[in-house]
């Protein structure tokens, strides 16, 4: 028997913050528009941002959709996102961090010196959401989803390593970073319940989706982008997107879950809970990241 796709309830009344105006950002923001919600787009290039709001708003005519600069690999464009979000004063209910790079084949740095899969992937959500908590804070129910992914599962973990690994591996690099944002997820909604704070911390992944993640231009991610890959054992964007819907917005996802596709190989298929890799369920070691990253990007500095 098939099942259902699933499709976000009703969000009218609630507002929207997403990394990322591409691949499955973009379809988020389609997802969560259609339902009612108003939609934040947020993203480093303004021109794509444009494109995007010029395609939701044909998609869904009166959808509430913006888009806000955002350069995840630079704290400083973080915290001047943060502070604009802040003189608006608008609650925030729903706060995706889904924007990534993958494999870049050369080693890059961010603005603040670290590298940058690091820095986009994981410390630049780490500083959105800390320096948002306000505005997540000031509305009941509000759910914070980090975008994770099955290369998790591959990462090996060495917090002195990851903000500027000694010796640069492109993929290795990618999967320590999609690590961390899921132990970031947990640690985040043990930090919710301890503070009686009524966010929910959620993570998904999208399993494997035809966006533009794979084209990187480095031979791992070539092979990946293979043009028979996705369709023989991934899925659409749209489809990959509906662990994020689903974290964000069904009323049976549960903070310091991770959700992604439930078919082959978490690759495919409708969304339901999956297993976080082991190191994602070591507290001491998801306490010792937080105090790290909190170092890292200078804790409080935008927390007003
Ligand atoms: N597609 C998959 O199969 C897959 C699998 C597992 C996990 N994921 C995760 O899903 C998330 C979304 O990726 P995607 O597949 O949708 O890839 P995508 O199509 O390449 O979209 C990534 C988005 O992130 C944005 N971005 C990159 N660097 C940024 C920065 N410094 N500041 C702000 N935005 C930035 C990109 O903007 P530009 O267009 O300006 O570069 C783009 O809009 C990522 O976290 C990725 O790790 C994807």
Known sequence: MTRQRFSPPGQ???RAVITGVGGLGYEAALGLAKAGAEVILAGRNEEKGMVALTALRAAVPGAGVEFERLDLACLQSVNDFAERMKVRGEPIDILINNAGIMSPPDRQSSADGYELQFAVNYLGHFALTDWLMPLLRSRSGARVVSVTSLAQHYAKLDLDEAPNPRDYRAGAAYCV??????MFAVELQRRCDDNGWSVASLAAHPGFAGTGLFRTGGKFSNF?????????????AADGALPLLFAATAPNAVGGRLYGPKGFKEMRGQPGECRFAPPVYDARAATELWERSEALIGAGACRS
């Open 224 to 236: 990946i982008s293979s043009r028979l890959l996705v369709p023989l054992i991934g899925q659409s």
């Open 177 to 182: 970073s999609k690590l961390l944002i899921a």
């Open 12 to 14: 009218l009344g609630r």
